[in-house]
């Protein structure tokens, strides 16, 4: 029975130490970050842009002598359609999750009460999406829309296509608490972020029409879907798993120090997480 007992507490000490040497192996984190972007303020420019497009659409065809009785049935239609898109707004989240590939390093170090420092970094582009969309089998057109339709008498092509992409680099202290088949870790420091769309409209109308097509595009500002941010981080990260290879999953308060912002007043919001398998050797 003793023998049997000090066997059973040398097996649990070898645990100990082999979960006490993985806290202090370097550390290598693959996964998936989300990002979130506060989009309240976009949603609320949506209505003014909307209306900027649209006004420069019925000044072109009061000047092409459209009648002002259907200018007018013209205008409640499209101030129907921006209610309704409002109001749909209104009932979508005031946050858009942006997913990134993260990729990580943990370094260990002895500064009192910080046992180790990491590294990470995301990105995500939208030429990967569509490679990951046609190796799944799904076809997405280049470009999204496309379309030839009639225009005032004449034929009128438009075509939509976007582009985008999304970063993240920090730098973090790490505090672990490690044991043989679990991990908890507080992690403090800054990171920046930033993330942008290009949406790119090709049309072919009429020459009469150009000047008021294009201050219609103008009015929406396509070319301002940005945002980006300095920004402190606090966060607590839970590992399951052997002391070698884990799986993991991360959650962080986000406070942004300094903001860009562009027409469209997207800006960080306050949160942040990441999940993944972490391999320390």
């Excluded at 040398?10 to 993985?22: I, K, P, Y």
């Excluded at 049935?73 to 749909?88: F, P, R, S, Y």
């Excluded at 999750?97 to 590294?119: F, H, K, T, Y």
């Excluded at 980006?228 to 999953?249: D, I, K, M, N, Q």
């Amino acid at each position: 029975m003793i023998a049997r007992r000090a066997a059973t507490a040398s097996v649990l000490a070898l645990a100990l130490c082999l979960g006490a040497a993985g806290a202090r192996g370097v550390g290598l984190d693959l996964g998936g970050e989300i990002l979130a972007v506060d989009v309240a303020g976009a949603y609320a420019e949506v209505p003014a842009a909307l209306a900027g497009s649209f006004d420069a659409l019925l000044s072109l065809l009061a000047d092409e002598g459209i009648p002002p009785g259907e200018l007018a049935g013209l205008e409640a239609e499209l101030d129907a359609t921006v209610a309704d898109i409002t109001g749909a707004l209104d009932e979508l989240p005031g946050f858009l999750p942006v997913p990134l590939v993260a990729l990580g390093i943990e370094l260990p170090v002895s500064l009192v009460v910080v046992d180790a420092v990491r590294v990470s970094g995301g990105l995500l582009r939208d030429a990967w999406v569509r490679g990951i969309a046609s190796a799944a089998g799904v076809v997405v057109p280049t470009p999204l829309v496309d379309r030839t339709f009639d225009l005032g008498g004449d034929p009128a092509r438009f075509a939509v296509d976007a582009s985008f992409a999304a970063w993240s680099l920090a730098l973090d202290a790490v505090k672990r608490l490690d044991l043989w088949i679990a991990a908890l870790s507080l992690s403090a420091g800054m990171g920046y972020a930033a993330g942008g769309a290009t949406v790119t409209v090709e049309r072919e109308v009429p020459s009469s029409w150009e000047p008021a097509v294009d201050e219609a595009l103008a009015a929406l500002h396509l070319d301002d879907l940005r945002w980006a941010a300095w920004s402190t981080r606090l966060g607590a990260r839970l590992e399951l798993g052997l002391p070698f290879l884990r799986v993991f999953a991360e959650v962080r308060l986000v406070q942004p120090l300094v903001a860009w912002v562009g027409e469209w007043d997207l800006v960080a919001a306050g949160w942040a997480g990441t999940i993944g398998v972490v391999i320390r050797f």
